[in-house]
């Protein structure tokens, strides 16, 4: 959905735990989440460190979209 969304003139940012199937269909940005069940949250965490995590996720979704990609590129998710 991303890459049509994105042939549309709208850039996007997808966060996913199966990156490697996002880039093989052509998705321009793709930010490792933490896993496949979760990918935009990390359970292991106590709730304030979790949402810490969350935040930082959010910002590394930020730069990916403001950087200019000419092909599938994956940036990596907080440690």
Same mark, same amino acid.
């Given at each position: 959905?991303?890459?049509? !969304?994105?042939?549309?003139?709208?850039?996007?940012? &997808?966060?996913?735990? @199966?990156?490697?199937?996002?880039?093989? !269909?052509?998705?321009?940005?793709? &930010?490792?989440? $933490?896993?496949?069940?979760?990918?935009?949250?990390?359970?292991? &965490? $106590?709730? =304030?460190? =979790?949402?810490?995590?969350? &935040?930082? @996720?959010?910002?590394?979704?930020?730069?990916?979209?403001?950087?200019?990609?000419?092909?599938?590129? @994956?940036? =990596?998710?907080?440690?």
């Amino acid at each position: 959905m991303a890459k049509e !969304v994105e042939r549309a003139g709208i850039p996007t940012v &997808l966060i996913t735990g @199966l990156s490697t199937v996002a880039l093989k !269909v052509g998705a321009n940005r793709v &930010l490792q989440g $933490k896993r496949f069940s979760h990918p935009c949250g990390n359970p292991a &965490l $106590k709730p =304030e460190d =979790e949402q810490t995590w969350r &935040l930082e @996720l959010l910002r590394t979704a930020l730069r990916a979209f403001t950087t200019p990609v000419s092909m599938p590129t @994956l940036f =990596e998710s907080p440690a």
